[in-house]
T-cell receptor, first 114, second 112 residues
Framework: DGGITQSPKYLFRKEGQNVTLSCEQNLNHDAMYWYRQDPGQGLRLIYYSQIVNDFQKGDIAEGYSVSREKKESFPLTVTSAQKNPTAFYLC?????????????FGNGTRLTVT | KQEVTQIPAALSVPEGENLVLNCSFTDSAIYNLQWFRQDPGKGLTSLLLIQSSQREQTSGRLNASLDKSSGRSTLYIAASQPGDSATYLCAVTDNQGGKLIFGQGTELSVKP
């Protein structure tokens, strides 16, 4: 079955540690995205990538970093510089850009930092 | 700056009712609008995508309409079922960089 796999489902870290969230897709999609979801708020875009080895900052990129070395993979690192990292993180992909194709989402990773 | 609003934040209806979820946006210069469903602790599933040139899209018991000039979209669910219970989010794609801007969602509960 084609889809997007995010791992792990739950992640716990101590404050001051960097942590990397995994996102893998086998849909052969060019574009990939990372969103953050907080209770009572809509999704906010962290980073997106439209092609391998290229990515752009979204609306809330501070304290996060990404890489896109392979088409299938778009890992997100939450660094110690992110002031409020506890949240639900969602990865998505699309065939083309969001201009003309629907997004497909993974099941998310819930990160708790204490 | 584009803002997307969904009202109400939560809605509870008895099974079998037809219902309408609302989405409004402040800037009519959008490329498309999407409706998503999110089950608790899960990712989002795309339900319907309406291009800016379209007025509505239908899929099964779901019908989404778009009125760009007034900055509104509605998601109509016919003959609601308990399995429809979920959070429904709308998102618009802006004309600039093609980014999606999401509303906060409406949490729907359909009671048997």
């Amino acid at each position: 079955d084609g889809g997007i796999t995010q791992s792990p489902k739950y992640l716990f870290r101590k404050e001051g540690q960097n942590v990397t969230l995994s996102c893998e897709q086998n849909l052969n999609h060019d574009a990939m995205y990372w969103y953050r979801q907080d209770p009572g708020q809509g999704l906010r875009l962290i980073y997106y990538s439209q092609i391998v080895n290229d990515f752009q900052k979204g609306d809330i990129a501070e304290g996060y970093s990404v890489s896109r070395e392979k088409k299938e993979s778009f890992p997100l690192t939450v660094t110690s510089a992110q002031k409020n990292p506890t949240a639900f993180y969602l990865c998505a992909s699309s065939i083309g850009t969001a201009l003309n194709s629907p997004l497909h989402f993974g099941n998310g990773t819930r990160l708790t930092v204490t | 700056k584009q803002e997307v609003t969904q009202i109400p934040a939560a809605l509870s209806v008895p099974e079998g009712e037809n219902l309408v979820l609302n989405c409004s946006f402040t800037d009519s210069a959008i490329y498309n609008l999407q409706w998503f469903r999110q089950d608790p602790g899960k990712g989002l599933t795309s339900l319907l995508l309406i291009q800016s040139s379209q007025r509505e899209q239908t899929s099964g018991r779901l019908n989404a309409s778009l009125d760009k000039s007034s900055g509104r979209s509605t998601l109509y669910i016919a003959a609601s079922q308990p399995g429809d219970s979920a959070t429904y989010l709308c998102a618009v794609t802006d004309n600039q960089g093609g980014k999606l801007i999401f509303g906060q969602g409406t949490e729907l509960s359909v009671k048997p």
